[in-house]
């Protein structure tokens, strides 16, 4: 199996440092169930880069993914979130945009796989537009996986990980917790038995003002400062794993 990630920071791994600063996260989690589930190796890539919106993501990404030798056996695709922050955003674009994928793997040979990332909206500002957003998003891309008949991973829709705890500080990215829940998610959906990774319930954290305030400066701040001056997280990035490396069967 050869097994490629193409998307945004959800899909590249941020909020799940390792303690040397890189980054794993849902996809890595995947490559080494993948290879535990068959006892071989998974050949693994990841061309996702934080910040990307869905269009070059699907122009960008997904291009390059099919042009690599030999070519993957499966693909993964997660994009909107951006875009969703963003003024204009229309479902129906980010749809012809889905399709476009979905009709070049199918004509590659490829077999995709549609993901949907998880409902940050709970503590975010704007957060009623978000969800809405999202919520309509996912049921779009549901629909378009199952008229194809392809594997569709709906962490959108999951209640157990919208809980603080799966998140980091920036109430934007999964942490460690949320990205190996996710990685249960997805697996399942490709038919594979998987973890139904929990976290023990706790106290919900309360949001005072001195705690909000900070986090309005480290986080909501610098994420529009780079709004306007069009710039993005992902500015001089490239992706973590754009050739194939060996994911061995622990």
Same mark, same amino acid.
């Given at each position: 199996?050869?097994?490629?990630?193409?998307?945004?920071?959800?899909?590249?791994?941020?909020?799940?440092?390792?303690?040397?600063?890189?980054?794993?996260?849902?996809?890595?989690?995947?490559?080494?169930?993948?290879?535990?589930?068959?006892?071989?190796?998974?050949?693994?890539?990841?061309?996702?880069?934080?910040?990307?919106?869905?269009?070059?993501?699907?122009?960008?990404?997904?291009?390059?993914?099919?042009?690599?030798?030999?070519?993957?056996?499966?693909?993964?695709?997660?994009?909107?979130?951006?875009?969703?922050?963003?003024?204009?955003?229309?479902?129906?674009?980010?749809?012809?945009?889905?399709?476009?994928?979905?009709?070049?793997?199918?004509?590659?040979?490829?077999?995709?796989?549609?993901?949907?990332?998880?409902?940050?909206?709970? #503590? &975010?500002?704007?957060?009623?537009?978000? !969800? $809405? /957003?999202? =919520?309509?998003?996912?049921?779009?891309?549901?629909?378009? +996986? %199952?008229?194809?008949?392809?594997?569709?991973?709906?962490?959108?829709?999951?209640?157990?990980?919208?809980?603080?705890?799966?998140?980091?500080?920036? #109430? &934007?990215?999964?942490?460690?917790?949320? !990205? $190996? /829940?996710? =990685?249960?998610?997805?697996?399942?959906?490709?038919?594979? +038995? %998987?973890?139904?990774?929990?976290?023990?319930?706790?106290?919900?954290?309360?949001?005072?003002?001195?705690?909000?305030?900070?986090?309005?400066?480290?986080?909501?701040?610098?994420?529009?400062?780079?709004?306007? /001056?069009?710039?993005?997280?992902?500015?001089?990035?490239?992706?973590?794993?754009?050739?194939?490396?060996?994911?061995?069967?622990?």
């Amino acid at each position: 199996m050869r097994f490629l990630a193409i998307g945004d920071s959800f899909t590249e791994g941020v909020g799940d440092e390792l303690p040397d600063g890189t980054v794993r996260g849902w996809a890595d989690l995947v490559a080494a169930g993948l290879a535990a589930a068959s006892g071989e190796t998974v050949h693994y890539a990841n061309l996702a880069v934080r910040g990307r919106l869905l269009a070059p993501i699907i122009e960008d990404q997904l291009e390059a993914a099919l042009s690599m030798s030999p070519p993957p056996t499966l693909i993964s695709l997660n994009g909107g979130g951006n875009d969703m922050l963003r003024r204009g955003m229309e479902v129906g674009h980010l749809m012809r945009l889905t399709e476009r994928a979905v009709e070049r793997c199918a004509a590659a040979g490829v077999r995709l796989l549609l993901i949907s990332g998880p409902d940050p909206s709970g #503590r &975010l500002p704007f957060g009623r537009r978000i !969800h $809405r /957003r999202g =919520a309509a998003l996912t049921v779009a891309v549901g629909e378009l +996986a %199952a008229r194809h008949g392809l594997p569709f991973a709906n962490s959108f829709d999951d209640v157990e990980i919208r809980r603080p705890e799966y998140w980091s500080a920036d #109430r &934007l990215h999964l942490n460690g917790a949320g !990205h $190996r /829940r996710v =990685a249960g998610i997805v697996l399942t959906a490709l038919g594979h +038995a %998987a973890e139904d990774h929990r976290l023990d319930p706790a106290p919900a954290p309360a949001r005072r003002l001195f705690a909000e305030a900070r986090y309005y400066r480290e986080h909501v701040l610098p994420f529009v400062q780079r709004r306007l /001056r069009g710039r993005s997280s992902g500015d001089g990035r490239s992706a973590k794993y754009p050739s194939w490396t060996p994911v061995t069967a622990a």
